[in-house]
């Protein structure tokens, strides 16, 4: 199975990407844990390209893919934004400081690397291509019985 989302970079898109990945979810029989948290990760990341990819102001598209195949759901984020690489070039935020001591910013790459099982960054042909994989458990997937 595979989809496609292609959003505009503005805030108001992130609507269009919680029906996207609802839809998956439902679609793959995900629970509700599981869909929260892929929700959350894909929010995160697409929130990072419309708020620091382009220059304000000016209007670009990105691309969300999704594939399922087997036990494995990996997303594959495009953009044509400046390259950033969030798994190398994004530190590690200290989670033993207290939040008033924390410098701004950061949490959300950090979420990401947490909830997801693997994340990589390549810069490919002018654009930024951020793939996060989740290996998805018969138990992650809710459990639909008929009766008759």
Request: hydrophobic letters at 35%; glycine letters at 4%.
């Amino acid at each position: 199975m595979e989809r496609q989302l292609t959003l505009y970079n503005r805030v108001e898109e992130l609507s269009r990407l919680t029906e996207f990945v609802e839809q998956l979810c439902d679609e793959l029989s995900l629970d509700a844990v599981l869909s929260f948290n892929l929700n959350l990760v894909l929010e995160e990341a697409v929130t990072n390209v419309v708020n620091y990819a382009y220059p304000p102001g000016e209007e670009h598209t990105l691309t969300l893919k999704a594939q399922a195949e087997g036990d494995m759901l990996t997303f594959i984020l495009r953009d044509q934004g400046k390259p950033f690489d969030p798994v190398a070039q994004a530190p590690d935020v200290d989670t033993t400081l207290p939040a008033s001591e924390r410098p701004i910013g950061g949490l959300g790459i950090y979420i990401i690397k947490q909830i997801m099982d693997e994340v990589s960054y390549q810069y490919l042909d002018g654009s930024n291509e951020l793939t996060m994989k989740k290996k998805i458990s018969q138990q992650q997937q809710t459990e639909t019985t008929d009766t008759e």
